[in-house]
C-alpha cells in the first residue's frame, strides 16, 4: 500500500512563496518519476509538474517559471518550491507518480495532500 504525506500547504497573499513537501513509501518513490497534483473546488485534479529519478522536470505552461519540483532520492521526498503565488493556485495539493506510471502499475492511493489557499 502506497504511502504519500504532503505537507507545506498555508494560506498567502498572492505574490508569496511556499515550498511543499512530500515523502512517500520506497516503493512509490523507486518506480521513477514523481509528480504534483493540484485539485481545486469542482475542478479535476491536475497534475502540475513532475520530475523524473534523474531530476529532469516537466511543468503545465501556467506555473513555468514561477514552480521549480525537485527530489532527494535519498530521503524520497519530493518537493515543490512555488514562488509568485496567485490565487488561481489556491488547491489541496498531492504528490503521486504521473497518470502512466499509476495506470501501468495499478497504484490508487492519494495521501490526504496539503492545502494552499492564495488570498488577492
Not at 525537485?70 to 493556485?89: I, T
Not at 490526504?112 to 489557499?117: A, D, E, L, Q, S
Request: charged share 20%; hydrophobic share 35%.
Amino acid at each position: 500500500q502506497a504511502q504519500l504525506v504532503e505537507s507545506g500547504g498555508g494560506l498567502v497573499q498572492a505574490g508569496g512563496s511556499l515550498r511543499l513537501s512530500c515523502i512517500a513509501s520506497r516503493s512509490v518513490f523507486s518506480l521513477g518519476a514523481m509528480g504534483w497534483y493540484r485539485q481545486s473546488p469542482g475542478k479535476q485534479r491536475e497534475l502540475v509538474a513532475h520530475v523524473t529519478y534523474s531530476g529532469q522536470t516537466k511543468y503545465i505552461d501556467s506555473v513555468k517559471g514561477r514552480f521549480i519540483v525537485s527530489r532527494d532520492n535519498d530521503k524520497y521526498m519530493v518537493y515543490l518550491q512555488m514562488n509568485n503565488l496567485k490565487p488561481e493556485d489556491s488547491a489541496v495539493y498531492y504528490c503521486n507518480p504521473p497518470p502512466a506510471t499509476m495506470s501501468v502499475y495499478g497504484l490508487e492511493d492519494w495521501g490526504k495532500g496539503t492545502v494552499v489557499t492564495v488570498s488577492s
